[in-house]
């Protein structure tokens, strides 16, 4: 996800950008760019790709004298990676850089255009130094400007702004995305988190959502809605490996944490009002496409079986879902007509990347969903989806996987938009739910603590069952190996109504069932399998909306409306649970044994 920088002082500014902008890239980028004001002059450089490449261009610049200066990393959302798309954005005698969105963009952009103001970019940013600047060419004054524009913004934004209309100030603006201010003598820092400021400021302030301002002479003069304020700076944390973690224990944690965000980064240009949209896709992709088959590998696959239930049922497409290191043995039958999905986070897993070379050996049309751009799987196929779900340190896949399955619902309904297989008000409910989905993968205090209290109770036992039917199955697989990856307990997933056709027989006091019970989707036909293990004696953790008397122990969970709200809630409690149990048995969450986050070999 883009990352900022800021910093007024009189140090090397360049390398103060560079620094911190390398401190940002775990967060995903695809360009970077810096800008400039010293000595009345304004310097801009941008590069496409790694951060490297910026260095490269600026490697004969210098910048020792006092000056303001801002930089960006960039994840393409509004237009593709290019030099034009990359921050700085440029005015005729400004520069901006912001990470979010502005969602009446468009709005602001026509009439903007209408007063004859030319546009470089795609981007939604853009908006914002032409607006400074058009209010600024009326009274000559660049703070009242900057309050105006960012009075005309609507959506989620954290943004700085330079200008020579008044060289010796950087303005501030927060509004839903993360940004700091920090503090050593004279000198101030911008940054979206701390890392880049560790070890050159020692002191932080976390700006709040509505807070703006601007920062001149060693000073920040802070406002809200209700004027200018106070604001007390914090030591800074001098520990960067803690620092990244943002205070959690392990980066799976904070990786669970960030799902609720992370989403709307999925959703952001491609849920719009009544439909979905890929910027990144052509309908042509689709021309006589009659079925679909998805091939992946761990929990890749396992976000491809949720989507095929999806795409059969919503978007009534049939749909085939494989094991990569299966589906490269078995000789399959592969016929022109299908779409060939691959799913992969880190895009370099060996078997899938081979499995989608077979299929387009055969000549299918392909498309991969995936969290690297210009990975390798990116690159062999025909089309891509990108996941946005930054960087994932944690071995044990949490955020990847549920991105993953938003796409794929995400896909669901674009797909049915084509194919004309939903009707309008099934779309809009559809669409609905899904504006939902950030909330029910908010982590609640009583729920963490909940699977805290409840994981010391769940450390010993003969093996766990996670148990769900339908949707619940897949994330039945998935609770379950992320419990066997990351605390070594034996665990497996199960569809529930199967449970009697052999596994049952395991059932006893030290068998350990979690059972996941959606309101939404055959709740009395889980129920029925659940009570039939209780009968048996089995020790149940349930997970539900509804109360379920039987069951040993209870997590009650609070959307009972769709079942992808009730599958994306309970999704957080079979993670917590593995963490929690994990970090009691003493265990490295974030690199469990045996394991690589990036399977490249066979
Ligand atoms: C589990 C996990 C693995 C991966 C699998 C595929 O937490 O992360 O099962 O899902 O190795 O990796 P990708 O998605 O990178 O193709």
């Keep these: 996800m883009c990352g900022i920088v800021g910093y ?109 103001i030319n546009f470089l970019s795609q981007t939604d940013t853009e908006t914002i130094v032409h607006l400074f600047e058009k209010y600024n060419n009326i009274n000559g004054n660049p703070w009242e400007a900057f309050t105006k524009t960012i009075d005309k913004l609507d ?37 979206s988190s701390d890392t880049p400021i560790i070890g050159k400021a020692t002191e932080v302030y976390y700006l709040e959502d509505g807070e703006y301002g601007y920062a001149k002479d060693g000073k920040v003069t802070l ?8 604001f007390t700076k914090q030591p800074l944390a001098t520990d960067k490996a803690m620092a990244q973690k943002d205070g959690y224990r392990f980066f799976m944690e904070k990786e669970i944490y960030e799902q609720s965000h992370v989403m709307n980064d999925t959703m952001m240009g491609r849920l719009l009002e009544d439909k979905i949209d890929f910027e990144e896709l052509d309908e042509k992709l689709f021309e006589n496409i009659t079925n679909i088959k998805i091939c992946a ?46 799913i992969s986070q880190s895009g370099e897993t060996a078997d899938t990347l081979e499995a989608l070379k077979m299929a387009k050996r055969a000549g299918l049309k392909s498309l991969s969903i995936c969290n690297v751009d210009n990975s390798s799987i990116v690159r062999e196929s025909d089309s891509a989806i990108l996941t946005r779900a930054g960087i994932e340190k944690g071995v044990a896949s ?4 549920a991105t993953q399955t938003m796409v794929l619902w995400m896909l669901t309904l674009y797909v049915a938009q084509i194919k004309k297989s939903i009707s309008s008000e099934k779309l809009l409910e559809e669409l609905d739910a899904m504006r939902h989905t950030p909330k029910s993968l908010l982590v609640t205090d009583r729920v963490h603590s909940k699977m805290n209290r409840l994981s010391k109770r769940y450390l010993h036992g003969h ?75 089995t020790t149940v953790l349930a997970i539900s909306s509804e109360p379920f008397e039987l069951a040993d122990d209870f997590i009650k969970t609070t959307y009972d409306s769709h079942p992808m709200l ?8 079979t993670q917590l649970l593995a963490l929690e149990i994990s970090i009691r048995l003493g265990n490295d969450v974030d690199m469990p044994r045996n394991l690589a986050k990036s399977v490249t070999v066979e």
């Design 8 to 116: 007024i002082g009189d140090k090397e500014k360049k390398e103060i950008l560079l620094d911190g902008l390398q401190e940002l890239v775990y967060r995903g980028y695809d360009s970077a760019g810096i800008a400039i004001i010293e000595n009345r002059q304004l310097r801009n450089f941008k590069a496409v790709g790694r951060l490297k490449n910026l260095r490269e261009k600026t490697k004969d610049y210098e910048s020792i004298d006092f000056g303001v200066s801002i930089g960006h990393t960039r994840w393409a959302t509004h237009g593709k990676p290019t030099e034009l798309n990359a921050h700085p954005h440029m005015g005729t005698y400004s520069f901006v850089v912001h990470n979010g969105i502005i969602e009446n963009y468009q709005e602001l952009k026509k009439e903007l255009q209408s007063k004859g």
């Design 155 to 191: 959506g989620a934004y954290a943004t700085l702004l330079i200008t020579e209309a008044d060289e010796k100030s950087i303005f501030f603006a927060k509004h839903g995305s993360p940004m700091l201010i920090g503090f050593k003598d004279d000198e101030i820092f911008f940054a």
């Design 223 to 230: 406002f809200d809605e209700n004027g200018e304020k106070s």
């Design 297 to 342: 590998c761990g929990t890749s696959y396992h976000s491809a079986l949720t989507g095929a239930y999806l795409l059969e049922r919503v978007a009534k497409i049939p749909c085939q879902v494989e094991i990569a290191s299966e589906f490269r043995y078995k000789e399959p039958l592969l016929q022109k007509n299908t779409l060939f999905i691959t």
């Design 398 to 401: 949490t955020k990847a996987f």
């Design 463 to 537: 093996g766990f069952f996670f148990i769900g039917r339908d949707l619940f199955f897949p994330l039945a697989l998935e609770g379950a190996l992320k419990l066997k990856e990351i605390s070594y307990l034996h665990a497996e997933g199960y569809p529930a109504g199967e449970m009697k056709h052999g596994p049952i027989a395991l059932a006893d006091s030290e068998l350990f069932t979690i059972a996941l019970m959606p309101k939404t989707l055959h709740y009395d036909k889980i129920k029925s399998n659940v009570e039939e293990l209780c009968a048996r004696d």
């Design 566 to 573: 009730e599958f994306f809630e309970m999704m957080v409690v």
